[in-house]
């Protein structure tokens, strides 16, 4: 984890830096630990960031990939927050 | 005779009239423009009107003054785009096109949130982003006696992003100049994880909310509203309560884009970034709020789309490749209250910085910085809209690319 380039928020910098590894490791961090479940929306979410889509509750809820109440008993807290710092993009944003 | 079919008639669509109506050789090309109102509001005064800062007259005009001569001109409800065929089909007829440049724009759904769009709809729960519900809001205000204000943003992404934010900082001005301040509580919640949400923006502006007492609550994910209660419930179970709620509805593109399969899941169509061609059909594009691109929904960045939108559709009837042009490139004021307002200008990979604007050094106007000449060159853009921005009229000095030039950049881009 030495090499992985993080900004202050612990968000990766460079996307081609991630690994599964890396992503069990930033889990670890959040006290989360990985299952197929969490994999899954992993996935989705890169997906989502490789075709410059915006990610949003509702985009997950539709996906079919996962429900809400179940996206947030995988990731606690801040679920979009906390499972795009795993997936190694990064966080949904506004302009300013 | 070739086709071009513009869809909806609003900041892109009239803008795209005026550019093409010029470059088009008559003799080839019919354009149609089609809208199924009669009304073109100035939607940046939607944030204005319930403050009785503009009144209604200043937002609205007719439709049918800012559409050029030789341009048909159509009040029609749209009711499918057939693009197996190249046809729209409207109420009363079909459009044969060549080539359609989808402007449908983005509207509120409050439908979306259980809850929001029901017996206190615009009674203790308004949006601003309608004509309808800046002036049941207006009204509202007039007569509010205090209490809770809550300013809230459902999800992303929403036209205007900085708009809630102008809406709390105006309020927080309106009650202050109404001697009732401290009558009034507000809260700024959104389901980011700030109410600022970039580095650089957080650090220069956050004491604006500390300023104005306004407080963040974050990673407010909505599920629904117990209007009874007046009380919004988040996913996790979090409870907010308010007295009168101003929100911001899911944003959803036109359910044409839905009912004719060429959305995505919020019907926004899926479009290049750099060139506006819609990625499933060589000659559909899409400008401004109607797109699914990674830009802000602003008027702004619409206005410097149809300068790169006009040449590449210029390219695309010649046969030459398109050019990758579009950087995302926006420019806003945000009104701060009182009297003053900040400027940024930004694009798909910089985030908004200080600096001058828009000469490198000079200004006049300073960039992430409050200032009243900022606010008074938000107050000049009504003029500039109605004049200049929707006749496709260049601005002088803003380019449609955004420069670095006059800006404080460092290595450590978001």
Redesign the interface.
């Known amino acids: 984890m030495d090499n992985i380039k993080r900004?202050?928020q612990g968000y990766l910098e460079d996307f081609s830096q991630w690994t599964k590894e890396v992503g069990t490791e930033i889990a670890k961090e959040k006290e989360i630990e990985m299952t197929e479940e969490h994999w899954k929306v992993i996935s989705y979410l890169q997906e989502k960031h490789e075709n410059?889509?915006?990610l949003?509750?509702?985009?997950i809820k539709?996906?079919g990939v996962v429900n809400?109440?179940e996206?947030?008993n995988l990731f606690?807290?801040?679920?979009?927050?906390i499972s795009t710092m795993i997936a190694g993009i990064?966080?949904?944003?506004?302009?300013? | 005779m070739k086709n071009l079919v513009i869809l909806g008639a609003g900041t892109s669509g009239t803008m795209m009239a005026n550019h093409l109506i010029h470059k088009l050789d008559k003799e080839d090309w019919k354009i149609t423009i089609v809208d199924q109102y009669k009304t073109h509001y100035y939607q940046p005064g939607f944030l204005f009107l319930p403050f009785d800062i503009y009144k209604t007259k200043q937002v609205i005009k007719k439709g049918k003054k800012f559409i050029p001569k030789g341009v048909r001109y159509v009040n029609q409800k749209i009711e499918k785009i057939i693009h197996q065929e190249n046809k729209v089909k409207l109420e009363g007829e079909y459009l044969d096109y060549d080539i359609l440049i989808i402007a449908t724009g983005t509207k509120i759904a409050p439908e979306e949130t259980e809850g929001m769009k029901e017996k206190e709809w615009h009674k203790s729960i308004f949006d601003f982003y309608t004509f309808e519900g800046a002036k049941a809001l207006r009204n509202k205000l007039r007569k509010w006696e205090g209490g809770k204000l809550v300013v809230h943003i459902t999800e992303m992404p929403i036209k205007c992003p900085v708009a809630p934010l102008e809406f709390a900082f105006l309020a927080d001005s309106y009650f202050i100049n109404k001697g009732m301040r401290d009558k009034v509580e507000i809260e700024f919640v959104t389901p980011l994880d700030g109410a600022f949400t970039k580095p650089k923006a957080t650090q220069a502006l956050h004491y604006l909310l500390e300023d104005k007492n306004i407080k963040e609550v974050t990673d407010f994910n909505i599920e629904k509203i117990d209007y009874e209660n007046n009380t919004m419930i988040d996913y996790s179970g979090k409870k907010v309560t308010y007295d009168l709620l101003v929100t911001v509805p899911t944003n959803l593109g036109d359910e044409v884009i839905e009912s004719s399969g060429l959305g995505d899941d919020m019907n926004f169509v899926p479009t290049h970034k750099g060139t506006l061609q819609s990625k499933k059909h060589e000659n559909i594009f899409a400008i401004g709020d109607a797109t699914n691109l990674p830009a802000s929904k602003a008027g702004s960045v619409a206005h410097f789309e149809a300068e790169i939108l006009t040449e590449n559709i210029l390219l695309y009837i010649n046969d030459k490749p398109l050019k990758d042009k579009f950087d995302g490139h926006a420019n806003c004021f945000i009104e701060t209250g009182h009297g003053k307002a900040l400027l940024i200008d930004f694009n798909y990979n910089q985030e908004p910085v200080e600096g001058t604007f828009p000469f490198p050094g000079v200004g006049p106007l300073n960039l992430l910085k409050e200032s009243r000449m900022n606010h008074m060159g938000k107050m000049a853009f009504k003029w500039i809209y109605w004049n200049m921005l929707i006749k496709g009229i260049h601005i002088p000095f803003v380019s449609a690319t955004m420069t670095e030039k006059g800006k404080k950049i460092d290595n450590n881009n978001n």
Not at chain 1, 76 to 81: E, Q, Y
Not at chain 1, 91 to 96: D, G
């Open positions: 900004n202050e410059e889509e915006s949003s509750i509702r985009g539709k996906s809400i109440k996206f947030y606690p807290g801040g679920p979009l927050k990064p966080k949904p944003k506004s302009c300013i």
